[in-house]
């Protein structure tokens, strides 16, 4: 017996619709066998996982504020890999747009500066991301260098930049040793959107910035070209379009946003810089934007969707000792599914029973 | 013993699981496949190999269960990549995003237990020559393999029909599939070689490094062992000049920090993840004449029947 791949005629537009579904099924069913495994009820942990965060106001809101950063991220990255370019570092642009907006917050700390600082602080983040992002894509289109090696090995550096700024010129005075900047003034934090809530401005920000890149990618030439330059290389090529300055032009694009999203978690939900900032939103936008099938409205339902199997990975520590990991496996398995259910928009599986002769030998 | 006996151990033990992890991705490559899945084969491979050393007391016993996981990993991304003809690319990315979460899940009973190394060379007469006794004739028996490891390699690849064949399926698939090579099946055996690679590459840090399993410690190897694939530009033989100069970074820094430089220790611990993106830097700018690279690399193949 044997699975062999038909070529479709043409992309099932249907399956296209329905293959994020069938990998969110699939997924589902993979977790019950796991939870079994683990000893747990499948049932009683899906639902603590999927459901029991949707019934109260202050699970809701985590979800809005962990979808943010993931939604922002993956709407850069979308980009970024419909140009088929692979920046697979925005967890490290992530945390220089943090550091980088951070500055200007511990540097105006207890003077009397104005509203002017939050918006200052994002422009900061925005520019810091989007250089350190262009450091991968200028590496690959100067020296051609593997973008996807210096953008994750950038990450590891960003990591250990942000500590050394916590545990040494940053670090509180007041903190008792604590690695961390002190907490952030009033004026450069994000302000929540209900008075004493846990959503903040943020999330106003994320559905701009998606609607701002749908409106990108549909109404405009660059959009068209980002596109076509990813789908189809040599009509690009024909067409003039110029490769390289679009890779560059998608990490700048996908590093800002990552940086933004990394200070607005800062001098939101965080308000103060620290280590462990991010639980892998840079990673996790990498499913974030695959499952939200690189398009911006798809990738503001999958956002939601991975925040809640990170609210619901906490609570179901809290409430049956599932171990957090779980939901780490649980996020690489939607991936695979994710992805192998694309399969099926452009190719048919058959199960061939006989041995076929052409892939066995001569012919 | 001294000082520079003692860097140049440390050296070879923080090279050695580069060095594995490298050969076996070397082979996958040149059969045309990337597998970026090298950190999450790594570190589950690191996972299993404790558990298994830790249950059974035996290294061997832990070397053998990282390999197994290491080729169980490794065949999930074959039925992604060649049965399914998915992106190779996005493939890896979530073969180390389970990875990571799989190691945690299994690991998480081992954390804070403790197992004794693996057992170093011991020759009487050749280990006590001064110098160079303890280096040539007093390592673990990983040293020594992942080095015929390398050597068995370049054999294949170079001095044998079937190395031939798969080097065929590397540069181009079309061809080697007119000529009646089964390009899927040989790509198979070569994804499953790279996990089993990286699967032992994963074992050796808490079997022969530190006695213990940490999350995440594979801590970006399996990444670096990557771009040492670009560095050798493919070459076996260069592998090993690669594996052990990052090695000599690594070891270095960490030196470095202990003589107290006036450095921050973080420069110092990104040395070597931001000599892996110059190096990267310099190789792919030298090569501008023509790419080393397997000529297929990367790219799906689905036969036609």
Redesign the interface.
Known sequence: MQ?????RAERSNTIALISPLIAIGLTLVTMSILFAILGKNPISALGVYFIDPLTDSYSLQEIAVKATPLVMIAIGLSLCYLANA?N?GAEGQFLVGAVAGSWLAVKTQGTDAGPWVLPAMMLLAAIGGALYAL??AI?KVR????E???S???V??AD??L??LV??PWRDPKGFNFPTTAEFDPVAAVPALIEGGRLHLGGVIALVVVAAVAVLLGKTIKGFEIRVVGAAPRAARFGGFNSNQLILLTFAISGALAGLAGIIEVAGPVGHLQPGISPGYG?TA??VA?LGRLNPVGILIAGLFLALTFIGGEQAQIAMKI???????????L??YV??C??LI??R?KLVFAS?K?????? | MGLIEAIILAVLAASTPLLLAATGELVTERSGVLNLGVEGMMIVGAACGFGGAWLSGSVIIGALCGIVAGVLMSLIFALMTLGLAVNQVATGLALTILGIGLSGLIGSRFVGEKISLAPHLYIPGLTDIPLIGRILFGEDAFVYLSLALVAGVWFFLYKTRAGLILRAAGDNHASAHALGYSVLRIRMFAVMFGGACAGLAGAYLPLAYTPFFIPGMTAGRGWIALALVVFASWLPGRLVIGAYLFGAVTILQLHAQGWGVGIPSQLMSALPYLATVIVLVLISRARTGGSTAPAALGTVFVPDR
């Open positions: 699975l062999v791949l038909e070529k692979w697979i450091i991968p590496c020296f051609g260098a593997s996807i090696l210096t994750l090995m950038l590891y550096v250990l930049l500590d050394y545990r040494g990673f990498i499913i695959f171990p957090l990991d779980v939901t780490k496996v649980f996020q690489g398995i991936l695979f992805l192998a694309d399969s452009l190719y599986f076929p052409v892939s066995s030998g001569a012919h």
